[in-house]
């Protein structure tokens, strides 16, 4: 049995875990007879201006499958009576007040969604025991200490979003454990050590996400008028990307600013026949770019601005002509400015060309990117509709004249250069 309320407003909001956020934009008054519905199996009241503490009634709905408390303004400490509620699989407590410390059991759940909340403490070693997680979701939190290295024990985890914490130390290499992981955010903590070549052992993997260029809380913290959750936490890993990372099949966005790597530039990226965004910008990376990158024909966005130790000629097989944002800038790049290769290029990527998908991490992330990046915060100066080019040449040792604008036709609505 379901038992939802009906809203008139849905907005997107990708990093939450269901996909749609439900708007509903007033007060709710429960009803009081929903708590003596033996066989309710969903309960949905998520942004529904509820107070107070977690409800206690709750606890006598046996049958409870999915708790949908989300966006509301719960407080207090999670409840040791959620453990006797052994049906659930979902719960979603995001967008709350609620503080403290997560208790281990909540590893035999389905899906987590705990972030934007004022939960802290360290993460429970045990979470992993007896693993059914399928999404963990606890970004936006002041949780701190170590990644759990018993979350490798979740054999089904597909989404672990831990980005915007106070995490300290390596990642685990038991995260290297999980085949069916497709997202794995980490930014925005103070993680440190060396990228764990186990990662290329995550076959399923698609998006990476090492540290950012911006909080992905900040529309919601000036929302909700607060701003105490936007942190400038950054992550210091030592060394460079295993070449097992670049090579995974199905990685779709590598996305790493700011993360202090170093090293050579990646030269191996594999067949490389799904990536799409990759932003290496910001490092200490040195050496040259790679003709692999040139075989990764999905990709649109690619920025490696500011490593100033990038060095030798740009070859003309990279697809620049099909790119929408291509950026190395401030590089000790020279030679000349090759007229590339004009291809024929895929659909141009717009605004509305990622749909979110409940349940869909993948989805989501491409979506918040695609908005953010394309034609969101980055651009919102110049205005209009369409797709926006931002192709960056500019602080390298180049010579000569540019010869032809590297934009294929498919590309040439807007541009910046």
């Known amino acids: ?18 996909g749609i956020r439900r708007d509903c934009g007033e007060n709710l008054v429960v009803p009081a007879e929903i708590w003596e519905i033996e066989n309710l199996e969903v309960l949905d009241l998520e942004n ?27 407080t207090g400490e999670i409840p040791n009576w959620l453990s006797s509620l052994k049906q659930v699989e979902i719960l979603n407590l995001a967008g709350n007040l609620v503080s403290g410390t997560i208790p281990g059991y909540f590893g035999r ?60 130390e390596r990642i685990p290499r038991e995260i ?42 900040d529309d919601l913290a000036m929302a909700k008028g607060d701003q105490s959750i936007v942190k400038d936490d ?28 170093e090293g050579n530039l990646p030269s191996d990226w594999g067949a490389c026949d799904n990536l799409e965004m990759v932003n290496l910008a910001q490092k200490f990376f040195a050496g040259e770019i790679s003709i692999s990158i040139s075989r990764c024909k999905k990709l649109r966005y690619l920025d490696l601005s500011s490593n100033k130790r990038l060095a030798g000629e740009l070859i003309e097989e990279l697809a620049v002509p099909c790119m929408s944002v ?70 390298n040792n180049f010579t000569g004249s540019v010869l032809s604008m590297p934009i294929a036709p498919q590309r040439s609505r807007k541009q910046i250069s």
């Open 326 to 395: 291509f950026d190395v800038s401030e590089n000790s790049l020279s030679g000349s400015i090759p007229r590339f290769y004009n291809r024929g290029c895929p659909n141009v990527l717009t605004s509305d060309s990622y749909s979110v998908e409940p349940f869909n991490p993948t989805s989501a992330y491409l979506s918040f990117l695609a908005r953010k990046v394309i034609v969101g915060t980055y651009f919102e100066f110049f205005g209009g509709d369409g797709p926006i080019l931002f192709h960056n040449f500019g602080d």
């Open 234 to 261: 950054f992550n210091f890993y030592q060394g460079g990307i295993p070449y097992e990372i670049t090579k995974l099949p199905k990685l779709r966005v590598l996305w790493a600013p700011r993360a202090t790597l």
């Open 48 to 74: 529904s201006l509820l107070s107070g503490s977690l409800p206690v009634s709750v606890s006598g709905l046996k049958n409870l499958r999915v708790l949908n408390l989300g966006f509301n303004n719960i």
């Open 109 to 168: 759940f389905r899906g987590v969604y705990l972030s934007f909340t004022s939960l802290s403490g360290l993460l429970p070693p045990d979470i992993g025991e007896g693993c059914n997680l399928e999404h963990l979701d606890l970004s936006g939190n002041n949780f701190v200490g170590q990644i759990p290295a018993s979350l490798g024990n979740c054999c089904q985890l597909r989404s672990l979003l831990l980005y915007t914490n106070l995490l300290e």
């Open 1 to 18: 049995m379901l038992f939802s309320f009906s809203c008139s407003d849905y907005s997107v909001f990708p990093f939450y875990g269901f």
């Open 176 to 217: 290297g454990l999980l085949q069916n992981l497709e997202v794995l955010d980490v930014s925005g903590n103070s993680l440190s050590g060396p990228i764990p070549v186990e990662l290329g052992n995550c076959s399923e993997l698609t998006v990476l996400v090492l540290s950012n260029m911006f909080n992905p809380y």
